[in-house]
């Protein structure tokens, strides 16, 4: 009954952009820090961007910064992701996962990390 389920993903050409939502099923996100990372074959687990729960900071990965934006609509029990400037190397599988007491720079930055939930992933392809 608890999950996170994401969508979102698909087919786009190099120089497009993608939304990537996030929502739970079950419980409230408004008290979780809530995280984007991805995985492509062959590659290591990266976080993308993480977003607090409540003081509005945010954590984004050097690749992406200036390109992708995170943001949660607590009402909607929902975070997104826009993806804009895609690039072939951002192709992967993007999960989103939700940890109840942790900041955003450790989320996104420890590997392997401990989350509470994490989504099944939806898959983006950046292709021309």
């Known amino acids: 009954q608890l999950q996170l389920v994401e969508s979102g993903g698909g087919l786009v050409q190099p120089g497009g952009s993608l939304r990537l939502s996030c929502a739970a099923s079950?419980?409230?996100?408004?008290?979780?820090?809530i995280g984007w990372f991805r995985q492509a074959p062959g590659k290591e687990h990266e976080g993308v961007s993480c977003?607090?729960?409540?003081?509005?900071?945010?954590y984004y990965a050097d690749s992406v910064k200036g390109r992708f934006t995170i943001s949660r609509d607590n009402a909607k029990n929902t975070v997104y992701l826009q993806m804009n400037s895609l690039k072939p190397e951002d192709t992967a599988v993007y999960y989103c996962?939700?940890?109840?007491?942790?900041?955003?720079?450790?989320?996104?930055?420890?590997?392997?990390?401990?989350?509470?939930?994490w989504g099944k992933g939806t898959l983006v392809t950046v292709s021309s």
């Open positions: 079950g419980f409230s996100l408004d008290y979780y820090t």
């Open positions: 996962a939700a940890d109840r007491f942790v900041t955003v720079q450790p989320m996104c930055s420890i590997p392997g990390y401990a989350m509470d939930y």
């Open positions: 977003i607090s729960s409540s003081d509005g900071s945010t």
